[in-house]
């Protein structure tokens, strides 16, 4: 079966069963601080779990990309070695919020699997929760029995809490599982060792594929449980190892959502997968890594130096290292696998197909520069090694090399090894761990749970209508970080606070009581569907109402930088062309920033047709036109932007200002006029096909003006109030010029005067023509005239010194000859005489110089001279 197919067919077979089929949401999350990426199907769906929202049906299947390479859930390291672990992997999912629960969804996997798949069910193993007393849970009989109807008891077995009992973090909701395992080893293997010895125990034959989370709990700060107020569903079955069960192979990377990407690469460097194991590590490696960052990058999340872009930095590094270490790749050329990518998986994420240019030239793009860092690392552990007294390398050198020019150490470690070196691994692992403490000790957090004050599931936002409302606190926790120290996070009945999204700041404001007093609302932020409001203090009357109160001027700037910046988008795409994309947007109230796809730099021209279209929209006093909760088709075949990366619900909000119509939830103008005036300030690149322009609206274009011109008026008036300033300053600058010509050919003359009073100062001491003196000359000066006497005269030793803007500078000449004949040498010289000037130097026996900071010690150095020839 294609892997297409058995896609399609789990999909189906749930819909059958009253299901609704949801696209993969994007994987990088934007309102969940516990989690950089989707790590699990269910991580999209955290807020039906915790009650903070209700899906429109409580059945819902899906297949989910799913990254595992940070935090509780890190595959990385495994990837390549083993043949069942991605990085990126589609998790298939049934889901039931509240609905069916144990009994169903042990009974449709097994008819999906047996009957629909046709998997023979004597190669399954299914496991379930054996209890736990340090949590003080039973043995989940009920998931034990419900399997006994389908498969004998000795295939059934029990595991404990790290394999059954299903936990999305620290702190969340949680439950008992029961996982289906397969055994697809030979019949003489299985003969040998049973497969139930091998569940569990990493055996590349004996896997996981599904398991089954019967969601009941909610694990709280203090590690205790409490019972969720729903039993849910939430399964999720490797889609990679599924195909390989279904297409007979023994490894993920044999079945056909691999082989493709792995022939691409044995043309591209002509190596052959399967015949040595290095290669092949190599190999599985790249094909696993370049599908997480093409992937990545098309659900918006490009390769940075910090967070989630850094873990996509670090994974596509690690793919070129394998590349160029065993696959002797030493230019880019993951980035050509993209192709194959989007064509196979193209179908189920348009994305991908849609963004392939984009994806091909980012990753291009690092893996040229990565490929210049291991070239310079190359050139830096060569010194190290130089340098190394010795057979091992420091630790500590080898950590720089490694955290400083992101040199990978094992790639050190190879190479030391060829030069028969050793590295001390024990002190770069020290360095690490106290690396990895330093960034820990920085974003150490403690959260406490919710203080509930009144129970109320729908906290409304009412701020498109109104800055200002009459709330009530519904609950309250106390946050801890080392970033912001204490912090209260507030969330209210209903709220007229922003908060952050959609590129949009949070609102900032304050919550008043009837007694008058006033806390602070610092910022807002969403979190898994709830809007929450940090202070740094509690309210003192916690069970009263509040007036709460948005900070005006802040938002009404704020909306006037986010209606540019759908104007802005316009603009680009009427003016540059539809391949423009958003690529990400921040809009504060002191400006807005706009990212996009585009292949050059903004002409001039360019910019300034922007420009004009911006505010050609703004004077033509556009009114907004809203639609709240409209089914998104709808808004899309009005001719509504969405964006990749984005997460969308059934019914959008639609935002319209004349031809401009974008799905957006953020906050407006209402009317484009209000804008006043806009004006880009900066235009550049963010990465390879991506541009960034940096533009203010409002009072800030007023402020840009009006010190504008505040510069100008400065500069006219040292202009003497010319009529024609840029005139004058040209004219200034003419001037200059000239005159500076003409000190050059005046230095020059006086140099030549000085050469033949020079010439007669010389001092004869024993056979040495000798002049130690101070000189009104500059650098070049001085040696010009070095030079001359030196092609006049014979056995020549001088020392010449200036002073110049508070440094000194010595210069020493000495004849050819007399280098020869007496061993002088001028650079010694300077070094030794440097001393007094309190600087260094050098250069070549015959000529050098020293600079230093103390012209008060140019007279003592001068004196000294004579000592060398003496
Ligand atoms: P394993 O023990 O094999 O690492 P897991 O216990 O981490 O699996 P779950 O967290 O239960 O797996 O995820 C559900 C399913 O997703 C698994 O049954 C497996 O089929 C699949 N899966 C998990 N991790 C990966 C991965 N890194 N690559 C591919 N598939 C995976
Ligand atoms: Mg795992």
Same mark, same amino acid.
């Given at each position: 079966?294609?892997?297409?197919?058995?896609?399609?067919?789990?999909?189906?077979?749930?819909?059958?069963?009253?299901?609704?089929?949801?696209?993969?949401?994007?994987?990088?999350?934007?309102?969940?601080?516990?989690?950089?990426?989707?790590?699990?199907?269910?991580?999209?769906?955290?807020?039906?779990?915790?009650?903070?929202?209700?899906?429109?049906?409580?059945?819902?299947?899906?297949?989910?990309?799913?990254?595992?390479?940070? @935090?509780?859930?890190?595959?990385?390291?495994?990837?390549?070695?083993?043949?069942?672990?991605?990085?990126?992997?589609?998790?298939?999912?049934?889901?039931?919020?509240?609905?069916?629960?144990?009994?169903?969804?042990?009974?449709?996997?097994?008819?999906?699997?047996?009957?629909?798949?046709?998997?023979?069910?004597?190669?399954?193993?299914?496991?379930?929760?054996?209890?736990?007393?340090?949590?003080?849970?039973?043995?989940?009989?009920?998931?034990?029995?419900?399997?006994?109807?389908?498969?004998?008891?000795?295939?059934?077995?029990? @595991?404990?809490?790290?394999?059954?009992?299903?936990?999305?973090?620290?702190? @969340?909701?949680?439950?008992?599982?029961?996982?289906?395992?397969?055994?697809?080893?030979?019949?003489?293997?299985?003969?040998?060792?049973?497969?139930?010895?091998?569940?569990?125990?990493?055996?590349?034959?004996?896997?996981?594929?599904?398991?089954?989370?019967?969601?009941?709990?909610?694990?709280?700060?203090?590690?205790?449980?409490?019972?969720?107020?729903?039993?849910?569903?939430?399964?999720?079955?490797?889609?990679?190892?599924?195909?390989?069960?279904?297409?007979?192979?023994?490894?993920?990377?044999?079945?056909?959502?691999?082989?493709?990407?792995?022939?691409?690469?044995?043309?591209?460097?002509?190596?052959?997968?399967?015949?040595?194991?290095?290669?092949?590590?190599?190999?599985?490696?790249?094909?696993?890594?370049?599908?997480?960052?093409?992937?990545?990058?098309?659900?918006?999340?490009?390769?940075?130096?910090?967070?989630?872009?850094?873990?996509?930095?670090?994974?596509?590094?690690?793919?070129?290292?394998?590349?160029?270490?065993?696959?002797?790749?030493?230019?880019?050329?993951?980035?050509?696998?993209?192709?194959?990518?989007?064509? +196979?998986?193209?179908?189920?994420?348009?994305?991908?197909?849609?963004?392939?240019?984009?994806?091909?030239?980012?990753?291009?793009?690092?893996?040229?520069?990565?490929?210049?860092?291991?070239?310079?690392?190359?050139?830096?552990?060569?010194?190290?090694?130089?340098?190394?007294?010795?057979?091992?390398?420091?630790?500590?050198?080898?950590?720089?090399?490694?955290?400083?020019?992101?040199?990978?150490?094992?790639?050190?470690?190879?190479?030391?090894?060829?030069?028969?070196?050793?590295?001390?691994?024990?002190?770069?692992?020290?360095?690490?761990?106290?690396?990895?403490?330093?960034?820990?000790?920085?974003?150490?957090?403690?959260?406490?749970?919710?203080?509930?004050?009144?129970?109320?599931?729908?906290?409304?936002?009412?701020?498109?209508?109104?800055?200002?409302?009459?709330?009530?606190?519904?609950?309250?926790?106390?946050?801890?970080?080392?970033?912001?120290?204490?912090?209260?996070?507030?969330?209210?009945?209903?709220?007229?606070?922003?908060?952050?999204?959609?590129?949009?700041?949070?609102?900032?404001?304050?919550?008043?009581?009837?007694?008058?007093?006033?806390?602070?609302?610092?910022?807002? +932020?969403?979190?898994?569907?709830?809007?929450?409001?940090?202070?740094?203090?509690?309210?003192?009357?916690?069970?009263?109402?509040?007036?709460?109160?948005?900070?005006?001027?802040?938002?009404?700037?704020?909306?006037?930088?986010?209606?540019?910046?759908?104007?802005?988008?316009?603009?680009?795409?009427?003016?540059?062309?539809?391949?423009?994309?958003?690529?990400?947007?921040?809009?504060?109230?002191?400006?807005?920033?706009?990212?996009?796809?585009?292949?050059?730099?903004?002409?001039?021209?360019?910019?300034?047709?922007?420009?004009?279209?911006?505010?050609?929209?703004?004077?033509?006093?556009?009114?907004?036109?809203?639609?709240?909760?409209?089914?998104?088709?709808?808004?899309?075949?009005? @001719?509504?932007?969405?964006?990749?990366?984005?997460?969308?619900?059934?019914?959008?909000?639609?935002?319209?200002?004349?031809?401009?119509?974008?799905?957006?939830?953020?906050?407006?103008?209402?009317?484009?006029?209000?804008?006043?005036?806009?004006?880009?300030?900066?235009?550049?690149?963010?990465?390879?096909?991506?541009?960034?322009?940096?533009?203010?609206?409002?009072?800030?274009?007023?402020?840009?003006?009006?010190?504008?011109?505040?510069?100008?008026?400065?500069?006219?008036?040292?202009?003497?109030?010319?009529?024609?300033?840029?005139?004058?300053?040209?004219?200034?600058?003419?001037?200059?010029?000239?005159?500076?010509?003409?000190?050059?050919?005046?230095?020059?003359?006086?140099? +030549?005067?000085?050469?033949?009073?020079?010439?007669?100062?010389?001092?004869?001491?024993?056979?040495?023509?000798?002049?130690?003196?101070?000189?009104?000359?500059?650098?070049?000066?001085?040696?010009?005239?070095?030079?001359?006497?030196?092609?006049?005269?014979?056995?020549?030793?001088?020392?010449?010194?200036?002073?110049?803007?508070?440094?000194?500078?010595?210069?020493?000449?000495?004849?050819?000859?007399?280098?020869?004949?007496?061993?002088?040498?001028?650079?010694?010289?300077?070094?030794?005489?440097?001393?007094?000037?309190?600087?260094?130097?050098?250069?070549?026996?015959?000529?050098?110089?020293?600079?230093?900071?103390?012209?008060?010690?140019?007279?003592?150095?001068?004196?000294?001279?004579?000592?060398?020839?003496?």
């Amino acid at each position: 079966m294609k892997s297409q197919d058995i896609r399609s067919k789990f999909l189906s077979f749930f819909e059958d069963k009253k299901h609704s089929i949801v696209p993969s949401a994007p994987m990088v999350l934007k309102d969940d601080p516990t989690l950089m990426f989707v790590n699990s199907g269910m991580a999209p769906f955290k807020e039906y779990f915790l009650g903070n929202a209700q899906p429109k049906n409580s059945r819902i299947t899906d297949t989910q990309k799913c990254l595992r390479v940070s @935090g509780k859930h890190n595959d990385l390291e495994e990837v390549g070695y083993d043949t069942y672990h991605h990085t990126l992997f589609e998790m298939l999912g049934n889901w039931s919020f509240g609905d069916y629960f144990k009994e169903e969804a042990i009974a449709w996997a097994w008819e999906l699997l047996t009957e629909v798949y046709g998997i023979d069910k004597d190669i399954l193993y299914v496991t379930v929760f054996e209890g736990s007393n340090e949590d003080n849970l039973p043995m989940d009989t009920d998931a034990y029995d419900l399997w006994k109807q389908f498969i004998s008891e000795d295939r059934i077995l029990k @595991g404990n809490k790290k394999d059954n009992f299903w936990e999305m973090g620290d702190q @969340g909701p949680c439950g008992p599982c029961s996982e289906i395992h397969v055994d697809i080893r030979s019949a003489e293997e299985k003969a040998k060792i049973s497969g139930k010895d091998l569940v569990n125990q990493d055996h590349p034959q004996v896997v996981e594929i599904w398991n089954l989370v019967f969601m009941q709990y909610n694990r709280k700060a203090n590690g205790s449980l409490e019972s969720l107020p729903d039993k849910h569903i939430d399964t999720g079955m490797g889609f990679e190892r599924l195909c390989m069960v279904l297409q007979g192979v023994q490894s993920n990377y044999d079945t056909d959502v691999f082989t493709p990407i792995i022939r691409e690469i044995e043309t591209i460097t002509d190596k052959k997968y399967g015949k040595e194991e290095k290669v092949d590590v190599a190999i599985r490696v790249i094909a696993d890594h370049v599908r997480a960052v093409a992937f990545s990058i098309a659900d918006g999340q490009l390769p940075s130096n910090t967070g989630a872009g850094y873990v996509i930095r670090r994974i596509l590094r690690r793919a070129v290292r394998y590349g160029f270490t065993f696959l002797d790749k030493k230019e880019p050329f993951i980035y050509r696998l993209v192709d194959v990518l989007s064509e +196979k998986m193209g179908s189920a994420f348009p994305e991908m197909k849609a963004q392939k240019q984009l994806v091909e030239n980012v990753i291009k793009e690092e893996e040229q520069s990565f490929l210049r860092t291991l070239d310079q690392g190359l050139v830096l552990l060569n010194r190290i090694v130089e340098e190394t007294k010795g057979d091992t390398v420091s630790g500590e050198k080898a950590f720089e090399l490694y955290d400083t020019y992101g040199f990978p150490i094992d790639l050190t470690a190879l190479i030391l090894n060829e030069k028969s070196l050793k590295l001390d691994e024990k002190g770069f692992n020290e360095e690490l761990q106290k690396q990895k403490n330093r960034s820990r000790a920085a974003s150490e957090m403690s959260t406490d749970d919710w203080t509930v004050l009144e129970e109320d599931a729908d906290e409304e936002f009412v701020g498109y209508d109104s800055l200002e409302a009459n709330v009530k606190i519904t609950r309250y926790r106390k946050v801890v970080s080392k970033k912001d120290g204490e912090m209260y996070q507030l969330v209210f009945n209903l709220t007229p606070f922003y908060p952050e999204g959609g590129g949009q700041v949070g609102d900032k404001g304050y919550l008043e009581d009837t007694h008058g007093d006033v806390v602070y609302i610092l910022d807002t +932020k969403k979190e898994n569907n709830v809007i929450i409001h940090f202070s740094k203090n509690l309210p003192n009357h916690l069970n009263e109402s509040f007036k709460a109160v948005v900070d005006e001027k802040q938002r009404y700037r704020t909306e006037c930088n986010h209606t540019a910046t759908h104007l802005l988008h316009q603009a680009l795409r009427e003016i540059l062309g539809t391949h423009v994309e958003q690529k990400g947007s921040a809009v504060h109230s002191k400006g807005l920033r706009f990212d996009f796809s585009h292949f050059s730099k903004l002409t001039n021209e360019e910019l300034q047709d922007v420009e004009n279209f911006v505010n050609a929209r703004i004077s033509g006093k556009l009114p907004l036109v809203e639609k709240r909760n409209i089914p998104k088709e709808e808004a899309i075949a009005e @001719g509504a932007m969405s964006l990749f990366g984005e997460k969308y619900g059934d019914t959008v909000r639609a935002i319209r200002f004349g031809k401009s119509i974008e799905l957006c939830g953020g906050t407006h103008v209402k009317n484009t006029g209000d804008i006043w005036h806009f004006k880009i300030i900066s235009e550049g690149a963010v990465a390879a096909g991506i541009r960034r322009i940096e533009a203010i609206t409002n009072d800030a274009v007023k402020d840009f003006y009006s010190e504008n011109n505040k510069v100008y008026f400065e500069m006219k008036e040292l202009l003497n109030n010319a009529q024609e300033p840029v005139k004058a300053l040209q004219n200034l600058q003419d001037e200059n010029a000239n005159l500076k010509k003409q000190i050059e050919v005046l230095l020059k003359e006086k140099a +030549k005067n000085i050469k033949g009073e020079l010439k007669n100062e010389l001092q004869d001491i024993n056979g040495i023509q000798f002049l130690a003196k101070k000189l009104d000359l500059d650098a070049s000066g001085i040696k010009d005239v070095s030079f001359e006497l030196g092609q006049n005269s014979d056995n020549l030793f001088l020392l010449f010194a200036t002073e110049n803007d508070g440094k000194a500078l010595l210069s020493c000449y000495i004849s050819k000859e007399l280098v020869a004949s007496k061993g002088l040498n001028a650079g010694q010289v300077v070094r030794e005489l440097g001393k007094y000037i309190q600087g260094g130097g050098g250069g070549q026996p015959f000529f050098a110089t020293a600079g230093g900071k103390n012209p008060a010690g140019i007279d003592e150095a001068l004196e000294k001279a004579k000592n060398y020839i003496g």
